[in-house]
């Protein structure tokens, strides 16, 4: 039982938790500022390649560019991330991501952009996304004090992730109304110095040597050995990269549905991409509320089957409120399927392998997708941008359906590492071994 009038704030208390670890808040602080410029920048992208060429099929290319470098690179990454101090690589991979911002915000503030520098900037982008997601993912254990606590952190920084998505799609809007594109990725640029800045000021205790330094080619394959080797990873990873090629690169047909099916401008396109962010939001939040990663798995698929079934119907709506409405559900879904994901996958992994089993979880959410804009794109401009929409909707349906077949077996292999982890809180404590068996069973 709760203490009377207690249990407000204690809720409150246990969904910050993550909090209490002074590196974890400088990140969140200096993070926040600085995915607001991302996202004012993903927005004026689109609508700059969008009213430059007027083409679905090169909204796929741009979107296809900027991620390919996750797909190729990210396994090297991984080792990278598992090998190097990886505080020292984010100071590393931010700058250059600052310096990419500045650089395409001064091209198109000279009224020199064309189409393939946008190419080449974004692909350039994409390879220090490579390095940046892994060490980023294997970075946020470091960051926090207390292990119980990493659950917590992981549904924290999805709340920041989408608390940005409610403002910088609608910030992108009016400034590219107001001042253009250019001031969108200068803002970008600029946003960047606040999470450098976070960065270096965390205190990041010494850590011992990660083992002497091997060939890449061997560490490689043990992580995919180690990763694909385990069925619940292997699942998890290729169920989201299934949902990365099919229906995520959704995003990047959203001009057209702004401007031809909604017959709106940008301010529609900042509308589409926040209410996105609303959804997204609230489904972090939930998450961040929660005390435990018991039962988190059968919600993988349930988010999986949601997200599918929001695009479908986005697909099908022509009213700009019941589009809102249906991108608020796939946010939720969307970001729901993310986290839980990573939570588990976060959970099951132990830390010698954590950047190299991330970098596959990178490779299948960021590195699968360009290959699904690229389709997305060219599908768009034979069918249509709704019928791609739905056909991405049927096929996450479609893999949900799947991974809830496979569920029982994939928690029974989960079962004997959360036990020896310690993660169900009644074997921690030593509690009967029959609440033990009854309260561990779930994923």
Not at 125 to 152: K, S, T, Y
Not at 154 to 176: D, W
Not at 341 to 346: C, F, P
Not at 373 to 378: D, E, N, Q, Y
Request: glycine share 10%.
């Amino acid at each position: 039982m709760r203490a009377a009038g207690g249990g407000r704030g204690a809720g409150a208390a246990a969904m910050l938790r993550a909090l209490k670890s002074r590196n974890y808040r400088l990140f969140i602080a200096g993070q926040g500022v600085s995915l607001i410029g991302t996202w004012i920048q993903q927005i004026a992208m689109s609508w700059l390649v969008y009213t430059l060429t007027r083409s679905a099929f090169l909204l796929g290319v741009v979107g296809f560019s900027s991620q390919i470098g996750t797909f190729v690179l990210s396994p090297v990454a991984g080792v990278v991330a598992d090998r190097l101090n990886r505080h020292r690589l984010l100071v590393l991979t931010q700058s250059l991501a600052m310096a990419q911002a500045l650089a395409i915000g001064v091209l198109v503030l000279v009224h020199a952009v064309a189409v393939w520098q946008i190419v080449v900037l974004s692909l350039f982008l994409g390879i220090v996304n490579a390095f940046d997601m892994p060490a980023r993912q294997a970075f946020l254990v470091e960051m926090i004090e207390d292990r119980a606590d990493l659950p917590n952190a992981i549904a924290l920084n999805s709340s920041m992730v989408n608390g940005a998505r409610l403002i910088g799609p609608a910030v992108a809007g009016l400034l590219i109304a107001a001042a253009g594109e250019a001031a969108c990725f200068l803002i970008n640029a600029a946003s960047y110095l606040a999470v450098i800045a976070a960065l270096l000021a965390m205190r990041i205790p010494a850590h011992a040597p990660r083992g002497p330094a091997r060939r890449v080619w061997p560490e490689l394959r043990e992580g995919f050995a180690y990763t694909f080797g385990f069925a619940p990873i292997r699942e998890i990873i290729l169920l989201l990269g299934l949902a990365s090629v099919a229906a995520m690169p959704y995003a990047t047909l959203m001009p057209i549905f702004a401007v031809q099916i909604l017959h709106g401008g940008a301010s529609t396109l900042g509308f589409l991409s926040g209410a996105a962010g609303v959804g997204a939001f609230i489904g972090a939040i939930a998450l961040a509320s929660r005390r435990s990663v018991l039962g988190l798995g059968r919600w993988i698929p349930i988010a999986c089957g949601g997200f599918g079934a929001a695009l479908i119907g986005f697909s099908l709506s022509r009213s700009l409120p019941l589009s809102l409405v249906l991108q608020a559900g796939a946010g939720l879904a969307m970001l729901t399927h993310l986290a839980v994901s990573n939570t588990i996958l976060q959970t099951l992994v132990g830390d010698e392998w954590r950047g190299r089993v991330m970098s596959f979880y990178a490779m299948a959410f960021m590195g699968m997708m360009p290959f699904g804009s690229l389709l997305a794109g060219a599908l768009a401009h034979r069918i249509g941008a709704p019928h791609t929409v739905m056909l991405g909707g049927a096929v996450c349906i479609a893999g949900a359906a799947l991974f809830a077949w496979r569920l029982p077996v994939l928690r029974r292999l989960v079962r004997p590492v959360y036990l020896e982890r310690g993660i169900v809180p009644e074997v921690a404590a030593g509690i009967a071994a029959a609440t033990r068996v009854s309260s561990s069973e779930r994923l």
